[in-house]
């Protein structure tokens, strides 16, 4: 496929220094850019409060506002806005702080094409990170079998390597669960709005509950530089599986049903009709982990401390090479450091942001070099693997590159 017709709107101009003259009719204000792509004109227009997008569709000579998902950024005073092949669309921020000034519009990925309907065009915004993040854990079972027990060990060895995904659920909690910390505890009504709204990543009925795991539960552990860890049911995982984000799934089995009834019980939380309820659910629970080929591993949880060690095997951290408990992780940086003036071009896979011109006898950062060659859908409502280079510029005359990702 031929790369995209797009050119490079800044602020009241185009990449070539020409007033926007975008055929359309349309008469490009402050704070808006238009880029094609194909037959359509995407239109993002910045005010004080928010970003709008409008699209126009050259085959059928009509504007229509998409429905937007994801969290929109912050308003700014102004962008920059590139073409980033077919499906996506570069947006940098003007005046924005460092961990906030690239964004993209997704107008084609992959997770805006599972969104699609008939009806409605549909894009989605979406962070740039620097880097890329490790895979997510996903891990299930029935209840009962020890998943928390595990989950709770993993991140008390490990607390700075990973982040636990705090799901949204309808039931009630349990006397020491803290909300915000074990669960988000909803109300049914609101999480299915904003289910329907798009908010979650996954979402099922288990045990006669409504729970899910929300885009924005995802990226607080992935913006946190933690390897994410998400404890949800065969269904969830199943989704997940099927969703744009990338993980490594764990299926945890008792040693016997008798062994789970009893560690249920042991447990103490549930209700008598809810302990039978979850051990006769966890019959097909067992049956599709084991069986229908989402997993990438099955573990045995009899001897909790074997379990423990076979898991901290598969994911890297037997000690042998990876880290323990005393390494030091160093978070990559997550942002860049944008003057409010600076002007971006685009070639080939390499957007160049120039920050201006050094003043005489000193260094400068004076051009920001993002390479997109490797960009990643990560969790919905975030881009990762955005390389970006420093070049430093000495009135001399001499240059020095500096790699931040
Ligand atoms: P889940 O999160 O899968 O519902 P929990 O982690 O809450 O399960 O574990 C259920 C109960 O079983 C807890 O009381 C826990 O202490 C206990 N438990 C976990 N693993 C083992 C094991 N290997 N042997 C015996 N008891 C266990
Ligand atoms: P519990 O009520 O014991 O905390 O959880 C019951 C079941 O719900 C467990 O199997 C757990 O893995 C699953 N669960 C917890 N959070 C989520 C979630 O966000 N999504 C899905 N699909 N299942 C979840």
Redesign the pocket.
């Known amino acids: 496929m031929g790369e995209a017709p797009a050119f490079i709107v800044d602020d009241l101009q185009n990449g070539n220094g020409f007033p926007i003259s975008n055929g359309f009719g349309l008469k490009s204000k402050a704070g808006e850019t238009t880029t094609i792509i194909g037959d359509k004109t995407y239109l993002i227009a910045g005010s004080d409060e928010s970003i709008g997008v409008k699209i126009y569709d050259k085959s059928t000579g009509k504007w229509t506002i998409p429905t937007v998902l994801g969290k929109e950024p912050k308003p700014c005073k102004g962008h920059s806005a590139v073409a980033i092949n077919e499906d996506r669309i570069l947006v940098i921020k003007k005046g924005a702080t460092p961990d906030d000034c690239i964004w993209f519009l997704e107008v084609d990925t992959q997770y805006v094409r599972e969104q699609k309907t008939v009806e409605t065009e549909i894009v989605a915004w979406s962070k740039g990170v620097i880097g890329n993040a490790q895979k997510p854990v996903v891990?299930?079972?029935?209840?009962?079998v020890g998943?928390?027990t595990l989950i709770s060990l993993l991140m008390k060895e490990f607390p700075s390597m990973f982040g636990f995904?705090v799901?949204?659920?309808t039931?009630k909690p349990?006397d020491m669960e803290k909300d915000g910390v074990?669960?988000h505890f909803t109300e049914r009504s609101v999480m299915e709005k904003e289910i329907k709204d798009g908010k979650f990543l996954?979402?099922?009925s288990?045990?006669g509950?409504l729970?899910?795991?929300s885009i924005e539960?995802v990226e607080v552990v992935a913006d946190d530089g933690k390897r994410c860890i998400?404890?949800?049911?065969?269904?969830?995982?199943r989704?997940v599986r099927a969703s744009s984000l990338e993980a490594i799934f764990i299926f945890i089995c008792p040693p016997s049903m008798g062994q789970l009834e009893e560690r249920l019980r042991a447990r103490g939380?549930?209700t008598e009709e809810q302990i039978l309820k979850?051990l006769c659910n966890a019959k097909a629970?067992i049956e599709q982990g084991t069986s229908s080929g989402i997993f990438d591993h099955i573990l045995y949880n009899d001897k909790l401390d074997e379990c423990y060690k076979t898991l901290k095997k598969l994911l890297g951290l037997d000690g042998s090479t990876v880290a323990n408990s005393q390494t030091v992780v160093i978070p990559a940086p997550r942002g860049i450091d944008l003057p409010v003036d600076h002007s971006v071009s685009k070639i080939d896979n390499k957007i160049l942001i120039n920050c201006g011109t050094p003043g005489s006898g000193e260094a400068s950062k004076n051009l920001i070099v993002l390479d997109v060659s490797s960009l990643k859908e990560g969790a919905p409502g975030r881009t990762r693997g955005l390389d970006v280079y420093t070049v430093y510029s000495f009135s001399d005359g001499l240059n020095g590159i500096n790699k931040l990702s």
């Open positions: 891990i299930s079972g029935p209840s009962g998943k928390g995904s799901s949204h659920t039931r349990r074990h669960y996954e979402f099922a288990v045990h509950n729970y899910g795991t539960a998400l404890d949800i049911d065969v269904q969830g995982a989704s939380t549930e979850r629970e």
